[in-house]
Structures are given as C-alpha cells and as structure tokens.
C-alpha cells in the first residue's frame, strides 16, 4: 500500500553533480526519518544520509561536504543532491522511510534502487 520511487540515477564524470529523488505514495499518515543507502557491486549496503521530519540530518563521513539531503513533506519526498562526484560513488542508491499508515503501523520501507555510476 505504500511505494518509494526513486529516480535521477545517471552515468556521469568524476566532479559531476546528480540530483536523486524519492517519492512516498499510498496510504500514508506520516513519514519519520528518510535515508539514502547505496550499495556498490561486492559490498554491503550502507547509510549515506538521513534526514529526521524536522530537518535535522546526519552523513556518512565519505560524502560529508558534497552531498546535501533534504526533504518536501507536503510532497512526501526526500532528495540528494550530489556534487563533486568520485568514481567511488559508483553505486545502486536506494531510499528508505519509516511510514506510519492510517491503519496506525509504523513500518520500514525501500525503493527498487536508481543506478549511479561515475565514470570518464
């Protein structure tokens, strides 16, 4: 009942900017802390950013000075804006929120993952 889409995953250059976007659809009643994770092939998935309903945010200390997250809750959606790309960024970016539904559960949710790859 309730989607995360993500979208804005591209091929880019090293030093390059990427904007990806998440929007939350369905039977919402609130939307608490947002996060991007991402996972590169042969590695485990990490946290990239969170950012809590009232704006606060925390970063992995790799993209800690280049990459912004933010959120629009009138639109249920959270963004990262991504600059000064490296080829180490390469990597399937997923987005995740915990959503409370009008049924009153508070549950984990993911997007099928947008494909960032940073390549000359």
């Known amino acids: 009942q309730v989607q995360l889409v993500e979208s804005g995953g591209d091929l880019v250059p090293p030093g390059g900017s990427l904007r990806l976007s998440c929007a939350a659809s369905?039977?919402?009643?609130?939307?608490?802390?947002m996060r991007w994770f991402r996972q590169a092939p042969g590695k485990q998935r990490e946290l990239v950013a969170a950012?809590?309903?009232?704006?606060?945010?925390n970063y992995a200390d790799s993209v800690k000075g280049r990459f912004t997250i933010s959120r629009d809750n009138a639109k249920n959606t959270v963004y990262l804006q991504m600059n000064s790309l490296k080829p180490e960024d390469t990597a399937i970016y997923y987005c995740?929120?915990?959503?409370?539904?009008?049924?009153?559960?508070?549950?984990?949710?993911w997007g099928q993952g947008t494909q960032v790859t940073v390549s000359s």
């Open positions: 995740n929120a915990a959503i409370a539904t009008r049924g009153g559960r508070v549950d984990d949710y």
């Open positions: 369905g039977s919402i009643f609130n939307i608490y802390a």
């Open positions: 950012i809590t309903s009232g704006g606060s945010t």
